[in-house]
């Protein structure tokens, strides 16, 4: 077992040494999303960091229980209970049922993390068939003190907790600086106080989404669903809480508080977050214009991409930086990620045919020591990938007849990088553009479209196009020419 593992806990701003609450098993809670939308980039980073997180430890002999849920009601637009409920909203936009919005999007979501090659978390449970739980918990903050009722909602006094813990214990900061960045309350607000947040929202009557409850017909706010699943799942205490780092000042701080509320004790020992995703450079969001979609970085689809790019030349992309460093998209370091990919995959390819003329050599057992150091070092996927590429030009030199390799060596080196690439960063084969014979056979096709294009044939050239689209191959015309990007 490569120990000792070390992660950057958020609570302590420091990379702590991981000790688990039971030796040898891990818990560990990852806040899933909100199925009211497309699933976005920054989730698809999130969990992808969390999938190679999962299998590492699980590669260091742990017995790893992972919950990630689904938040499939009671999230307002805004992350303080203001503005409308994500589902009912969106419902209307579409003109569905809030549970076939929920449906819709819970489909997307599971077929992105498998083309992301995502292992499925060890339990997926929702917010919706825990309501029994979440009205449990509230009850017990309510008994112990911590929250009070208007008219039907439940509050979390957040002024009286702050008397005997640090509310702003996550983000680092202390209550002044909290309340400077939330608006002032109005007359109508029935809160007692500016970062009062809701455990119990009371339902309108044409809300769609309602359950009984001791105060009446309503729906639980956003938070008390990760403090209920975590604990029912994992316990009062346990490992290791992810997210993305925009859910520590509010949704994570306030899971915190509701379960000290309750047990006296905060969930896990370790938090764990991934940072933002941008885009050359700017930070990407819908608002700027930037924040393209898993399919359409996929296909090519956006403004911003000159071409397609595959799920795992993404995957690979993502790889090459840290979890808590910002992940930069431009068509450069793209295309630079869909080459580097391409190479170590061929490189893997050629390991069954090197000859077996060397001696034996500490060399492969070096190499896995250094890729798991840098894995035990708080996940570095960049380092590991680094000196996977040393074996990368290791191996290309023993087929070139520059270096030699003994039988053994042959067979760890083939293990270990199995275990690196396929086992622990999730990578996996693709019958994709980088794939030799379809790429010419594609050419082929491509250049009786140009033909035809050329003799003002639109209805054949259109019906390639369509034909190849619906084999899964997107191509994409541009000033340099047609690219071609395999997506089934
Ligand atoms: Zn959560």
Redesign the pocket.
């Known amino acids: 077992m490569p120990k000792p593992l070390r992660i950057y806990n958020t609570l302590s701003r420091t990379i702590e040494d991981f000790k688990p609450l039971h030796e040898d098993k891990v818990g560990m809670?990852?806040?899933?999303p909100t199925v009211y939308n497309y699933l976005h980039l920054g989730n698809c980073r999130t969990f992808s960091s969390f999938d190679i997180i999962f299998r590492f430890l699980t590669y260091c002999g742990y017995k790893v229980r992972y919950v990630r849920?689904i938040?499939d009601a009671g999230h307002l637009e805004g992350d303080r209970d203001e503005g409308d409920d994500k589902f009912a909203k969106r419902a209307k936009l579409e003109q569905l049922e809030p549970m076939e919005i929920v449906q819709k999007y819970t489909q997307y979501f599971h077929d992105v993390m498998r083309e992301f090659n995502c292992l499925p978390p060890s339990i997926e449970p929702t917010a919706t068939g825990h309501i029994i739980e979440q009205i449990e918990l509230t009850k017990q903050i309510l008994a112990n003190g911590w929250a009070y009722e208007v008219e039907g909602n439940i509050y979390f006094d957040v002024a009286k907790y702050s008397q005997d813990n640090n509310y702003g214990v996550l983000s680092n900061r202390n209550l002044a600086d909290l309340l400077d960045g939330t608006r002032e309350l109005g007359g109508q607000d029935e809160k007692h106080g500016r970062l009062d947040f809701a455990l119990w929202i009371k339902a309108k009557p044409e809300h769609l989404m309602q359950w009984q409850s001791p105060w009446g017909m309503g729906f639980p706010g956003?938070?008390i669903?990760?403090s209920a699943m975590?604990q029912k799942y994992l316990g009062q205490q346990f490992d290791i809480h992810g997210?993305g780092m925009d859910?520590i000042a509010t949704?994570?701080t306030n899971?915190i508080a509701q379960n000290c509320a309750c047990s006296g004790t905060g969930p896990a020992r370790y938090w764990m977050h991934t940072n933002m995703l941008t885009v050359n450079g700017v930070r990407m969001s819908k608002s700027a214009g930037n924040g393209f979609l898993p399919d359409e970085l996929f296909k090519g689809t956006h403004p911003l991409l000159e071409k397609g790019y595959s799920p795992m030349s993404v995957r690979f992309f993502m790889l090459q930086s840290h979890y808590r460093s910002t992940l930069d998209f431009s068509n450069e370091a793209l295309q630079a990620a869909e080459k580097g990919y391409a190479r170590l995959m061929s490189a893997m390819k050629l390991i069954d045919t090197l000859k077996t003329d060397g001696d034996a050599s500490a060399y492969i057992q070096e190499l896995r020591n250094k890729c798991e150091f840098a894995m035990c070092e708080d996940f570095n996927t960049p380092i590991a990938i680094a000196h996977l590429f040393e074996g990368v030009t290791f191996i290309n030199n023993v087929n070139d007849g520059r270096e030699k390799i003994s039988v053994a060596d042959k067979t760890a080196l083939k293990k270990l990088f199995y275990d690196f690439v396929f086992d622990i960063f999730g990578l996996k084969e693709e019958l994709g553009s980088n794939n030799e014979t379809l790429s010419d056979v594609v050419k082929i096709i491509l250049e009786q479209r140009a033909d035809a294009k050329a003799r003002k044939d639109f209805a054949s050239s259109d019906a390639l196009r369509d034909k190849l689209l619906a084999a899964g191959i997107v191509i994409k015309d541009s000033k340099e020419g047609t690219t071609f990007t395999v997506v089934g």
């Open positions: 809670y990852v806040c899933g849920n938040t956003w938070h669903e990760c975590s997210g859910l949704h994570h899971e």
